[in-house]
């Protein structure tokens, strides 16, 4: 994918220092985005609308000087880098606004050549902090919220499912339930918990649509037919070793989307045939025997399918499999790190940062020994 | 007569000790030869009395009188309870005591000069109860024809072991080891002990017995219409369980046995579809025992019994699952199984004392076919018979007209048995894909990790 230009403001009170800044970059147009302003207010009150990752002020300007708007935009944007541009009567100050937390600062005057080096420089600290921070603290991928909604349903999963299995087998579980009115508080913590499990879905239809954070994974992980379908069988190729690369996927594979509309599927099923047999007398009141033993069937191998589903293919899918064997922590963080960003979710990677996936992949080696996450293994290209 | 150990003994002693002993004895002999030379005699405990005594045995019992000349006066009166003091206290309270002219002394039942000890010799039971059969004919007749009368061995039950033998006292005493509240420990006495080479199930039968509902009431409650023992097997009368068609307990007797007390429940049960081919002479049918059992009946509400809620299903399975009762007789296959498989059952094995089990529905004693209009599970009586645990209106048609024991998947309505196959089908179908794509993403990694090895970088 192209890189998304850097994009740098230039603040200087000389028209013809912007000018030259304008004429130099725009042959590079494709690397670097240059806006500018006469004065430091002018400066600040673009900075404020825009998050530019680079701005480059002149020291000595009347009105809000170089450091004023080195100071007060930090404060507004604190991910921004800041350089100097100084005349040779003010390089101590300049020194002085390194202090300051500036990267960088040049002489006046300087040539083409010295301004696209001195830029390039700072693009290139610029990229090497953020993928630090990136290595460190990998990517957000799932909201606080999101991660309790995951924890409420695990929850409610188990104790359903922990509550119905004794019925399959009687014989088994009989033992489990030694005392008088256990089996009426087996079955009394099953609806409870189904009741849980129906709160959380009337929340999660909530949070899906009237939230930012959900919304915008509703839009994510909504099906797109053919786009998701080709992933598909594009992933089990390479599993099976009919192709040599993995296909990409955004923030959710197809295999994930699946599980999810899979819960969604199951979770209605289960609470409608639920209610059906929760309330059988007033349903036979209305409907044909058949029709509540439909209910029975339906609830009995839907629960079979889900617990057996979540048992082996979520575990293995999420936990389990090379990687973040014996276990990931995406569930507790809600953080992915960078190598697994870059390995499962690579488009998702380029949405987020502008940068391309291809050539950040390579890049994260075993000598790169800032890397936290363990998908960073010698051997094997991933 | 035959050689004894006794008669050897006795001459040691004889030749043993002095003169006054052998002189005094010698004396009686001389004219009462015949007492003397019995073996008996010498072999009773008696002969030792008088020992190193002026006098000897004879004079032990009958007293010292002149018998210088060939009219010695009648002795005075043997009188036993001089040394068997204890006896008395017994004899006088006993159903034969003081006041009873008709009752035996002590030679009608012990003998005279052949007085022997408790365990000595062969026979006892028969020795015994031919002592009281003199008096007791009518009793030792029946005894004599019953189990504990043919018995062959010594240690069998005799009138005494029952009865008692010195205090014997009328069965209607509350005293008496007889009476009905006492009379289960009679029998207990001997059918607990296993050193007495019972069978081990027999002992555990009895001693459970005293656990069951009966055996509480009679031994807790004091409840004399309580069964005991004699009312199911007999008293003198008792015979084998396994003897022919006589018996109490024989399996075509036992509504009747039972029906003593249960008159009521036994008159249900020969209306019910198992009682009406009994009467016939049926005998598949089961009898009361073969649900209750029968000396650890206890009451449906202990979780004990045979009848308790959780256990109905095994008990009628016992019959309804053996393929030959149900090809014989028709009877609908898979009952029970389909009764475990839905929620009533699964319930119950797991415990659940508040859900339905076979007799919830199909009535215990009255059990009648379907078609039966007094049928607890015929249509008609459906909703009376769900509505005793389910809030059922008589609009619940589905109950009324749905097939209850029908398997989920064959006689069901076709619906279900449809989903159920397709349900299955995509589990195997899923699992089976998930299981295959794992592995080969496991194969997969491996050999990566191998060529990484080998290859150094990536």
Redesign the interface.
Known sequence: MAQAPLKMLVIDDEPIILESYLKVFSPLRAEFDVTTAPSGEAGLAKLRETPFDLVITDLKMPGLDGLGVLEQGRKIRPDTDFAMMTGYASVDSAVGAMKFGATDFIEKPFSQDELVRFVRSLAELRFSRIRKREEEAGFERFSRPMLTQHIVLILTFTLLSITGV???F??T??GV??F?D???L??LMHRISAVGLMFLSFYHIGYILLTEDGNKNLRAILPSIPKDLKEAGGN?MF???LRKDRPKAGKYSFFEKFEYFGVVWGSLVMVLTGLVMWF??QV??I????F???A???HR??A??AI??IA??HM?NVHL??GVFPMSRIWLTGRISRAEMLHEHPLEFEALTGRSADAEH?AG??DDGKSEDRAT?????? | MKANPGFGLCAVVVLAFSAPFTVAAAECIDCHDGVSSGAALKASPHMKLGEGKAGGSCVACHGEFDVSDDGHAKPPKVNCVKCHGAVEAQMSISVHGAGNVDAPKCVDCHGTHDVVRKGANHNRNQRIAAQCGACHDKELGIYTNSWHGKAPNDKVATCSDCHGAHDVLRPADPQSTVFRLNQAQACAKCHTDEERGFNPAMVSAVKDYFGSIHGLAVTKAGLMVSATCIDCHGSHDVTHGRDGGKNRISRAKIPETCGKCHAGVVKVYLESVHGKPFLDGNLDVPVCTDCHRSHQIRSHFDSGAATYTTHVAATCLKCHSQANVVNKYGIPEARVPTYLES?H??????????VANCASCHESHDIRASADPKSSTNPANMSKTCGKC????D?????I???IHAT?AED??W??GI??KL??L??VA??GF??T??I???I??VR??R???K????
């Open positions: 004794p019925l399959f009687p014989e579980f009989k339930f030694f008088d256990s089996s009426y087996r079955g089990i599993t099976f070793g059988k007398d036979l009141l409907a044909p025997l058949w509540f033993d439909v029975k069937v339906v191998y839907e079979i399918l057996l589903t082996i293919w293995y499999k090379a390579g080696g075993p293994r010698q051997g094997g290209a991933k | 929620y059952g699964a319930a119950s094995k797991l415990g659940d004392t508040r389910h809030s059922v209106q609009r619940a048609k589905p109950l007209t749905g097939k989920l069901r309505h619906v279900p989903i159920e349900y299955t995509l589990i899923t699992m998930f299981l794509y794992i080969m993403d496991i997969r990694n990566l990790r060529s990484g090895k290859g150094g970088g990536h």
